[in-house]
T-cell receptor
Framework: NAGVTQTPKFRILKIGQSMTLQCTQD?????MYWYRQDPGMGLKLIYY???????DKGEVPNGYNVSRSTTEDFPLRLELAAPSQTSVYFC????????????FGSGTQLSVL | EDQVTQSPEALRLQEGESSSLNCSYT??????LFWYRQDPGKGPEFLFT???AGEEKEKERLKATLTKKESFLHITAPKPEDSATYLC??????????FGAGTRLTVKP
């Protein structure tokens, strides 16, 4: 059972470039999330989805976009990358929402130079 | 605004030296307090969920407790393999889970 799979693991972008972080889960979870983790800070929610075709903003959505065309996939799009987007990005999923634990991927370390 | 503060930021223990990690929280309508373990280069891994004051959960050398304002993660007779960053998170209204910055635990043999 693969769980939550993220690609790539590492990426370096130049300022102004765009990229998509991929996330897929094989647990048939309805809820999926994107978090970023910065040194000395807690994980911050970027976007989340409660099911295919439904997405909404989290705490720090500026500079990002998402889509959810299938239950399994939840890609995160960075447009016009900026140094402030240098971070470690984690995708997570859960079966339910309010009381459910999150299952995390192994993360994508992104540097914008 | 919901807030989660963890202390200490870092903790170094000798193998077998028991201690506690603290998670203080301010939230309206707590729906769950979560503890996760995070190893370097990996995503957080779920440990416990606590729902109401007075609740306790145990797993091997770890025991989590909850009051109305804080949670403790007690580590009894730790081993080097317990070295990791321990994250606390709270879920209130909505879909967001608010995380603390974590406590980085190092257990020396």
């Amino acid at each position: 059972n693969a769980g939550v799979t993220q690609t790539p693991k590492f990426r370096i972008l130049k300022i102004g470039q765009s990229m998509t972080l991929q996330c897929t889960q094989d647990m048939n979870h309805n809820y999926m999330y994107w978090y970023r983790q910065d040194p000395g800070m807690g994980l911050k929610l970027i976007y989340y989805s409660v099911g295919a075709g439904i997405t909404d903003k989290g705490e720090v959505p500026n500079g990002y976009n998402v889509s959810r065309s299938t239950t399994e996939d939840f890609p995160l799009r960075l447009e016009l990358a900026a140094p402030s987007q240098t971070s470690v990005y984690f995708c997570a999923s859960s079966y339910g929402s309010t009381n459910e634990k999150l299952f995390f991927g192994s993360g994508t370390q992104l540097s914008v130079l | 605004e919901d807030q989660v503060t963890q202390s200490p930021e870092a903790l170094r223990l000798q193998e077998g030296e028991s201690s506690s990690l603290n998670c203080s929280y301010t939230v309206s309508g707590l729906r769950g307090l979560f503890w996760y373990r995070q190893d370097p280069g990996k995503g957080p891994e779920f440990l416990f969920t606590l729902y109401s004051a007075g609740e306790e959960k145990e797993k091997e050398r770890l025991k989590a407790t909850l009051t109305k304002k804080e949670s403790f993660l007690h580590i009894t007779a730790p081993k080097p393999e317990d070295s990791a960053t321990y994250l606390c998170a709270v879920r209130a209204k909505g879909y967001d889970m608010r995380f603390g910055a974590g406590t980085r635990l190092t257990v020396k043999p």
